[in-house]
């Protein structure tokens, strides 16, 4: 983990397996997402899990999935 936030600090290069994972969009948001996730406290981190899964089950029906 400290390497990856090394290597992206101080070279600008991302974490390995987000350079692997072509299928990520938006890597540079997601990734500040993640840096202020660490930031929260458990019941946080629930209410935002819970927020995250609701979006995918709207997204998921309204693309008929």
């Known amino acids: 983990m400290f390497t990856h936030d090394f290597d992206e600090i101080y070279f600008g290069i991302p974490p390995f397996a987000q350079i692997l994972d072509e299928e990520t969009q938006n890597p540079e948001l ?3 997402a993640v ?6 406290n458990e019941a946080d981190l629930l209410m935002l899990l819970g927020l995250i899964n609701r979006l995918l089950d709207t997204n998921n029906k309204s693309k008929g999935t």
């Open 30 to 32: 997601i990734q500040k």
């Open 35 to 40: 840096s202020g996730m660490k930031q929260l």
